[in-house]
């Protein structure tokens, strides 16, 4: 009798043990915070956190500091620290003055392969749609972090510099999508902050990029038609530009670093 009373109650004792435990398991998981919602504009604050974007590949574009298709011209004493291409254009002109630290590709092999090379880079990040912040008219003046950034039309940095805020992360990406022209005022800055990297900033512009006097830039410009620096620019980043021209005035080019 005592063996046939223990075994219902063993099997009480159980079930009385697995009810919690299955519906602790079985409990809804808590949905992400917005910054995983879908796409939505940006507002005059600071940007919410995103989802790591992926790094934009320029294959054999990334050795050079400056890539044009139609001439590269310069004005001054500019320094160019990198390799610089042309393709299928034939004209560099201004240096000197002008010194450049690599290697100069005129209509060869290399330079039609880097051009090659950065119509697919431009494509791929032109091509990101996943979670996009719509940004349109002056982001200057604000902080943004790690994220895709969409324009349909320009977009300009004035009134105010712009900081990208890495939050501590070296490898987090920016990559800004714009669809016509991108613009820097006079004396406006791009500020990198919390282990931000110029190798992880990325501009795609659909038409042409202007900077005026004085600029300071981070990040690796990947321009459908032309890129024109006035006096003092300095950039620390790629000035690459499809089909049009790139043209210099006492700048500074520094490509980026692994």
């Known amino acids: 009798m005592e063996k046939q009373?223990?075994?219902?109650?063993?099997?009480a004792g159980l079930l009385t043990a697995l009810v919690p435990a299955c519906s602790s398991g079985t409990s809804t998981p808590a949905m992400p915070g917005p910054a995983f919602g879908s796409s939505r504009s940006l507002s005059r604050s600071a940007s919410p956190i995103r989802a790591a974007t992926a790094f934009v590949d320029l294959r054999s574009a990334a050795p050079f500091?400056?890539?044009?298709?139609?001439t590269v011209t310069n004005t001054g004493p500019t320094k160019v620290a990198g390799n610089v291409g042309l393709s299928p254009g034939s004209a560099i002109t201004g240096f000197p003055p002008g010194v450049i630290h690599g290697r100069v590709y005129i209509a060869d092999s290399v330079a039609r392969q880097a051009k090659l090379d950065l119509t697919t880079a431009y494509n791929d990040a032109m091509g990101r749609?996943?979670?996009?912040?719509?940004?349109?008219?002056n982001i200057g003046g604000q902080t943004l972090y790690p994220g895709l950034y969409k324009s349909t039309s320009s977009l300009s940095i004035s009134s105010g510099d712009l900081t990208l805020?890495?939050?501590g992360h070296s490898g987090a990406v920016f990559l800004f999508q714009i669809a016509s022209k991108f613009t820097m005022t006079t004396g406006r800055s791009v500020i990198l902050s919390n282990g931000a990297?110029?190798?992880?900033?990325?501009?795609?512009?659909?038409?042409?990029?202007?900077?005026?006097?004085?600029c300071s830039f981070y990040g690796n410009l990947l321009v459908h038609q032309s890129i024109s620096m006035a006096t003092g620019t300095v950039m620390t980043g790629r000035a690459l530009a499809r089909v049009g021209a790139v043209t210099m005035q006492r700048n500074t080019i520094v490509k980026p670093g692994r």
């Open 129 to 137: 749609s996943h979670n996009p912040i719509k940004v349109a008219g």
């Open 65 to 70: 500091a400056i890539l044009a298709g139609s």
């Open 197 to 214: 990297s110029a190798r992880n900033v990325f501009w795609a512009v659909g038409s042409s990029a202007t900077f005026g006097t004085g």
């Open 5 to 11: 009373q223990l075994k219902p109650m063993l099997l």
């Open 165 to 167: 805020d890495a939050r």
